[in-house]
């Protein structure tokens, strides 16, 4: 294919290299992992579940994610993009920006501001906010609550500003129950299915 | 005059054909012995429509492909202002040719929301030809050619020139446009001509909320010069287009439950809090399309004329994404720079009897296109080689002529996937590694493609100057795009996860097209009818599992139905037309309707996105006042049905509801102080009725844009 780069040539494409080396060089913020750090309180014991597709082939990696009955845990929720290196942190710019972003999570297996199922096996609650004052999920408190196997959702929605009107506003995760997510604004960044299960 | 159309079913006495590979242009001027007068339309065998200087002034304010939806069997697909795409008998931009001064459009077509970046002020008329034209203009021409034609250049000497404005109601959108033209006295036979024009609006607005995030900005220069010699000619031109604008808030990435949430299909969610402003928010696309050209153009002695040209264009598209942070770089960016060269031969007319007369000519063209993306996983890079030949005879016989034309084309292409695309196809069963040779760390995929269309056609003048019968059977070709053959993501208008099919071959179309058209007095009727099977034809649809049941895609963002790029056998078969009563006279009545079918041969469904039926009717006054020219009022209405031939399931969202909108015209020219002044006033939508169209983009999102008065203000000098 470089016989097409003659020199003539050159001066009239320019871009020859540019072609034949695809790159992602713009800033695309990829993310490709979701990190759940879960710390019991009961023993201190921090044990990380991750969601992972690095190749955007359709097949991700998941921990499953075990809580004990009766326990209660700290959770942190971490979105990487493990293609960089380093592995560059989104969710340092999710924090940045904690008053355009929420995480919510919905699905059979919790229940909280954003879910009100019933046979849930474990209750989730905001533990962070925004300046102000709403949620925004990066941490969050867990108490695994019933005992069964099941599964749960987090998103992370992206709720930039239009014009001049917020779109992240109070009371978004009661909506995100009530009507699902298409009765919110903004666009989803992520949303990853963790299976669960509560032991005694 | 028509009110909105000037079609020409006329019957041509002398019938010349201005045979061009790449349609009739304006640098003509040095042969109007050939077709100062007679416009391809009038010798074609395909139905074809011409919009005239006049049709275009009352589309002022309008994009390219809003322009062109008074044409019958020609709709178009709205994503935001600006940003309007053509769709003619059926067929989306994919498989339509779009010729800008006779140069092949080159551009990311194939996007929903890619509309084609060319400035309709430029064109001093625009030619419309339905059906499939592959022999005459090319490979994609399968549904139907778009000409753009610019305005001649001057052929005498002295300067010329318009200025226009046009403001818009909705979007409160202002339009300046400028042309000087030109040739001095000092130098006769050399033309120039500048030309630029701007335009600003604010978000759009239906009838009952603001279209969030739809404000948008083009500007438009082009600069041409011309010397000719007796018979011959060289032009130089550039033109550049540049269009920044908002893309709906409404069509955000969002879940097929989302889609089809009642709650959202009745208004989107937030729109109560949008206000029409100026400012263009995120996302938003920025665009530019540079094209420079030369052609000489030379007269032989014989009669028979050579034609050259070259062109090189860049289409520049930027898509950014609302984003964190300090991101400033597009999301998707797409370089896309071609090179085009072509010859033609057009031969001396050969007079072999009495009434009978041979015509003709053939070419070369060849193309070389490179396209360079950066973003999110979208489509490879790549880099094309075509070329194409043809050749083409017509024999005029008295009241009659035939023609009879062939072409081949050959392309190659190379694509250059990351390692990280390559997996990602891999992983889904549609590429594997001998498809490609990696060569540090690129996966370089090679393919070719080869291609023949022929055409026969016929015109003949039943009654002459009454009735004629145009009848043409022709093929043409298309190869795989880029997205067809390695898309692979999820596009952020589209809840579905697209993946390419990089074994899909060539799409041809063998299609035949009937036109009748009849004149008697001040009432005319053409009506065309097409048949066309199309093998390979690419279908967009969702994918099925090894178990038969919808493949569904596990992403970061969600789990999407793949839809993946298939060939099935598809055949389209309709019928367009309009009928004018008292053209020109006091009182006209005008109607048009087209019906298109489409349908998988296999399967017997109907395909996705084809436009419903639609009817329009339009009653003019035209009375004669002394101080005005061609004053007139209009009222029509324009109907348009549901689409019921959509499979269940295939589609995204169930087709909207028919709808009829009234539209509303008024205008004039007059002379004053030596100058010609054109004023006129068009109502689009008058009752500011709540629709959504079928093969709007919008359509799955929000409403369309309601009521629009569209202002206009021109002076030639």
């Given amino acids: ?200 | 005059m028509h009110p909105t159309l000037r079609v020409v079913a006329v019957v041509v006495a002398a019938l010349v054909y201005p045979f061009s590979a790449h349609g009739q242009s304006s640098d003509d001027a040095a042969l109007d012995i050939v077709v100062v007068e007679e416009s391809a339309a009038e010798t074609h065998t395909h139905a074809t429509t011409r919009l005239d200087a006049a049709d275009l002034d009352r589309a002022a304010g309008q994009d390219l492909a809003e322009s062109l939806s008074g044409v019958a069997g020609v709709t178009h697909a709205r994503c935001g202002a600006d940003n309007a795409k053509p769709i003619i008998r059926g067929q989306q931009e994919r498989r339509l040719l779009l010729l800008y001064d006779g140069v092949r459009h080159e551009s990311q077509k194939w996007g929903l929301d890619h509309a084609p970046e060319v400035d309709p002020f430029s064109a001093g008329a625009i030619e419309v030809v339905r059906g499939a034209a592959g022999v005459r203009y090319g490979p994609d021409a399968i549904g139907g050619v778009v000409l753009v034609e610019p305005k001649p250049m001057r052929s005498e000497t002295g300067v010329d020139g318009e200025f226009g404005v046009v403001g818009v109601s909705n979007g409160r959108r202002g339009v300046v446009d400028v042309r000087l033209d030109g040739m001095a006295a000092s130098t006769p036979g050399l033309s120039w001509r500048l030309h630029g024009n701007l335009s600003k609006g604010a978000d759009l607005q239906t009838p009952t909320y603001v279209l969030g995030n739809t404000a948008s900005q083009v500007w438009n220069a082009d600069a041409s010069v011309q010397q000719t010699f007796g018979r011959s000619s060289v032009k130089a031109s550039y033109r550049h287009y540049d269009l920044s604008a908002g893309l709906c808030y409404c069509a955000s990435n969002t879940s097929l439950d989302a889609l089809r949430d009642p709650l959202a299909l009745d208004q989107p969610v937030g729109s109560e809090d949008w206000v029409s402003t100026y400012e263009i928010g995120s996302p938003r696309q920025q665009v530019t399309h540079d094209l420079a050209m030369v052609r000489g153009v030379f007269g032989l002695a014989n009669g028979a004329v050579i034609r050259a040209t070259y062109a090189f264009q860049v289409n520049h598209r930027e898509e950014f994404e609302p984003t964190r942070g300090e991101v400033d770089t597009a999301q998707y960016d797409f370089s896309l720079r071609t090179h085009l060269v072509d010859g033609a031969f057009v031969q001396q007319d050969r007079v072999l009897g009495e009434q009978l007369t041979l015509e003709g000519g053939f070419g070369v063209d060849a193309g070389l296109q490179e396209n360079i993306y950066q973003g999110l996983p979208l489509i490879p890079n790549f880099r094309s080689l075509s070329a194409g030949m043809y050749a083409h005879q017509r024999l005029v016989v008295e009241g009659a002529a035939v023609e009879l034309g062939g072409r081949y084309d050959h392309q190659s292409r190379t694509s250059y996937l990351t390692s990280t695309a390559f997996r990602a196809h891999e992983a889904r069963g549609t590429l594997a590694p001998e498809d490609c040779s990696l060569d540090d760390d690129v996966q370089r995929c090679g393919k070719a493609y080869n291609t023949a269309s022929v055409s026969v056609g016929g015109i003949w003048h039943l009654v002459p100057d009454a009735v004629d019968l145009r009848l043409d059977l022709s093929s043409a070709s298309r190869f795989p795009s880029a997205d067809e053959l390695y898309m692979n993501g999820s596009a952020p208008t589209s809840p579905v996860y697209a993946i390419g099919d990089p074994g899909l071959g060539v799409e041809t179309t063998w299609a035949s097209s009937p036109t009748v058209g009849a004149h008697w007095r001040s009432v005319w009727v053409e009506a065309s009818t097409f048949a066309n099977y199309t093998r390979n034809y690419i279908q967009f649809a969702p994918s099925l599992d090894p178990t038969g049941a919808p493949a569904i895609d596990v992403t970061i963002r969600g789990a999407f139905p793949r839809y993946g790029f298939s060939p099935i056998d598809a055949v389209f078969y309709g019928v367009d037309g309009q009928f004018v009563a008292g053209e020109d006279e006091l009182f006209e009545w005008a109607v048009q309707g087209a019906v298109v079918r489409a349908v998988d041969v296999q399967s017997g469904q109907g395909l996705v996105g084809i436009p419903p039926d639609q009817l329009s009717s339009t009653v003019a006054f035209q009375p004669q006042f002394r101080a005005l020219k061609d004053p007139y009022l209009t009222v029509g209405v324009d109907h348009m049905a549901e689409q019921t031939r959509v499979p269940d399931g295939v589609d995204l969202a169930p087709p909207p509801p028919a709808y009829t909108l009234v539209n509303a015209g008024l205008g004039t020219r007059f002379e004053a102080k030596r100058r010609t002044y054109a004023f006129g006033v068009e109502v689009h939508n008058l009752l500011n009725t709540r629709y959504r169209s079928y093969t709007s983009l919008l359509r799955y999102f929000t409403d369309e844009p309601g009521r629009e008065f569209r202002v206009r203000l021109g002076f030639e000098f």
């Fill in chain 1, 1 to 200: 294919m470089k016989a097409y780069c003659i020199p003539a040539l050159l001066v009239l494409l320019g871009a020859c290299e540019a072609t034949t080396q695809p790159s992602e060089e713009n800033e695309v913020e990829l993310i490709t992992t979701v990190v759940l750090d879960l710390t019991s309180q009961t023993t201190g014991e921090s044990i990380p579940f991750a969601w992972v597709d690095l190749e955007g082939d359709g097949s991700p990696v998941v921990d499953p994610v075990v809580l004990a009955l009766g326990d209660i845990y700290d959770v942190q929720v971490s979105f990487l993009n493990e293609l960089e290196n380093p592995v560059e942190d989104i969710s340092v710019e999710v924090a940045d920006e904690a008053a355009e972003h929420q995480v919510f999570f919905t699905g059979a297996g919790v229940f909280g501001p954003a879910s009100d199922a019933a046979g849930a096996l474990f209750v989730q609650a905001y533990d962070d906010a925004d300046s102000d004052g709403n949620p925004l999920g990066l941490a969050n408190i867990f108490e695994a609550t019933s005992l069964g196997s099941s599964e749960f959702t987090v998103t992370l929605r992206h709720l930039p500003i239009q014009g001049d009107v917020a779109v992240k506003t109070s009371g978004l995760a009661a909506v995100v129950a009530a009507d699902g997510f298409s009765g919110i604004g903004g666009d989803t960044d992520v949303d990853v299915t963790f299976p669960v299960t509560v032991e005694p």
